[in-house]
Nanobody, 117 residues
Framework: QVQLVESGGGLVQPGGSLRLSCTAS????????MSWYRQAPGKERELVAV????????VYANAAKGRFTISRDNAKNTVYLRMNSLKSEDTAVYYC??????????WGQGTQVTVSS
């Protein structure tokens, strides 16, 4: 049974930090590209960052560059998103996505991040 379980969301003040985790099971994690997406109320889901299966290749959306860091630990089947200097516009539900080389896709259930004073 495939599972992606996100955790680490919550309420944080502007300028604060959070680290999200997504732990996977039921598939060959190391062979999948792992991504974080987010969806704010009334907006479409958007890509935040990608950690590809090969080597240390990562990609960031413009909104995440310089503030967010994606990393993965294949031994723990976990992908992380470290978010610094959080802004109110970062408020969203954050989702983890797994993508195989053959385009099989799995999504997590999401974790809420709220940036507010």
């Amino acid at each position: 049974q495939v599972q992606l379980v996100e955790s680490g969301g919550g309420l944080v003040q502007p300028g604060g930090s959070l680290r999200l985790s997504c732990t996977a099971s039921g598939f060959a994690f190391s062979t999948y590209s792992m991504s974080w997406y987010r969806q704010a109320p009334g907006k479409e889901r958007e890509l935040v960052a990608v950690a590809r299966s090969a080597g240390d290749s990562v990609v960031y959306a413009n909104a995440a560059k310089g503030r967010f860091t994606i990393s993965r630990d294949n031994a723990k089947n976990t992908v992380y998103l470290r978010m610094n200097s959080l802004k109110s516009e970062d408020t969203a539900v954050y989702y983890c996505k797994a993508l195989s080389p053959t385009a099989t896709t799995y999504w997590g259930q999401g974790t809420q991040v709220t940036v507010s004073s």
